[in-house]
């Protein structure tokens, strides 16, 4: 006799204790992958039984999340501020801080009228310049974005989550290592860079690319070389925005001063720790 869809979900969500944080919530969300079912539709269903079908591919998808792997990557997607995005390996997953970069974008823009040239340097899934620029809609044509990353992969990703949002007509896509070789220079640098260290490895990103998490032995080298490309790359009224690890504030703002001649500060993230290095004008 099959088992009822709440009899799959309480067995789920007990083995799912030990590597997950929420057991319960990812159990009902790979139950859904597997039904097709919205949560309602769950709900509604508890104590009817789960096709056999439709239990080979929980038990698949359960599978899966026991070894390791990131939900984002089994569901296939990512919400991102108001954009839903396409994520799997190749690229990072989107971070919920990292939405701080288009508000503090936005808040810039709002202070800034005129035609403005925006970049998101390492844009891997695009997350920061497809939400800008969704964001932005149509009350702001004049504003430029363009995402850039090394990673050709990475691009593909991003380029497959610009075609299902209809932003190809709005976000250029590069490849381009950081600002090298791109034409200058931008009104915003938008760098969500690789910031860790080797020894900082963590069994909760083993799955994702290591060119998107690693920065060098202290994790600040693609930071050192963005902040010397925008000593030329960034406008005399513009905003340089990156994302840091808490211990590198200091040197951060001391290196960003130094290598751009430009004032630098760091704001903390909603925990208080140092975490956007803001290099410019920020009015």
């Not at 497809?130 to 809609?137: K, M, N, Q, R, V």
Request: glycine residues 8%.
């Amino acid at each position: 006799m099959s088992r009822t869809i709440w009899d799959a979900i309480e067995d789920a969500t007990s083995r799912l204790e030990d590597t997950s944080e929420s057991p319960q919530l990812d159990a009902e969300l790979l139950l859904r992958e597997a039904t097709g079912l919205n949560r309602v539709g769950v709900f509604m269903r508890y104590g009817e039984p789960l096709p056999a079908a439709q239990d080979t591919l929980f038990a698949q998808l359960l599978q899966r999340r026991l070894a390791g792997e990131p939900m984002a990557y089994i569901l296939g997607q990512r919400w991102f501020r108001t954009i839903e995005l396409c994520v799997d390996n190749r690229v990072l997953i989107p971070r919920p801080e990292t939405e701080r970069f288009v508000e503090l974008a936005l808040g810039w823009l709002a202070s800034h009228p005129g035609p403005c040239r925006a970049i998101d340097v390492g844009t891997g899934s695009g997350a920061i310049a497809l939400a800008l620029a969704t964001e932005l809609g149509k009350h702001r044509p004049d504003v430029q974005i363009v995402g850039s990353d090394v990673s050709r992969e990475a691009l593909a990703v991003a380029a497959l989550n610009r075609e299902r949002l209809g932003l190809r007509h709005r976000v250029d896509l590069v490849a381009s290592d950081l600002l090298a070789g791109l034409r200058g220079p931008f009104d915003l640098i938008l760098a969500n860079l690789p910031y860790l260290r080797p020894d900082q490895r963590h069994p909760s990103t083993r799955r994702e690319p290591p060119v998107a998490l690693f920065g060098g032995p202290d994790g600040f080298d693609l930071h050192r070389a963005l902040l010397r490309q925008a000593r030329d790359q960034l406008t005399p009224e513009g905003l340089l925005v990156g994302e840091i690890d808490p211990a590198q504030g200091e040197f951060a703002v001391s290196f960003a001063r130094q290598a751009t001649g430009r004032p630098a500060r760091i704001e903390p993230d909603l925990a208080g720790d140092a975490r956007y290095m803001i290099v410019g004008n920020p009015e």
